[in-house]
């Protein structure tokens, strides 16, 4: 039996018009919120000083979508965005390693006293590793065992 395979879903639909769902919910309760400030403050500056805000965050949320998701959506990246320091300078200081943001006060990490390895013995252990591999691989080859784990493989 043959299923047919949902295609385009993050596409919401649009039900009202050119509005999804979502959206019309949204700009419904900005005309509730003009509706209550009417009531509450007459027509009058203040009114149409605060009705212009209103829609205009609400057109931002409802309409405006950044990298392709809707505005809202990435409001919690933008808030953690905003509210974090921007950037870190780290410092090393003889044993201790100092973080300091621009936010927040140095912070002093220690670190373990670790010598440095040296390259050319690295490097050593590196070619060493290399050579033990290519040996145990040969070894098999050379006995059989490589052939028999090629045929079951294939």
Do not use: C
Request: proline residues 5%; aromatic residues 12%; without cysteine.
């Amino acid at each position: 039996m043959e299923f047919s395979v949902p295609q385009f879903i993050e596409v919401e639909d649009k039900i009202i018009g050119p509005l999804t769902l979502k959206q019309f919910f949204m700009l419904l309760g900005g005309a509730l919120i003009t509706f209550a400030m009417y009531t509450i403050l007459g027509k009058g500056v203040i009114f149409f000083f605060l009705d212009f805000f209103v829609w205009a965050i609400l057109g931002a949320i409802t309409f405006v979508k950044f990298n392709g998701r809707p505005l809202l959506a990435n409001a919690p990246s933008l808030m953690r965005f905003y509210l974090t320091p921007k950037y870190r300078v780290f410092k090393r200081i003889s044993d201790q390693a100092v973080v300091v943001s621009k936010k927040e006060e140095a912070v002093v990490v220690p670190e373990k006293a670790a010598t440095k390895p040296e390259v050319g013995s690295r490097l050593k252990k590196l070619a060493y590793l290399l050579d033990q591999k290519t040996a145990e691989e040969e070894r098999l080859i050379h006995s059989g065992e490589m052939k028999g784990r090629w045929l079951n493989q294939v």
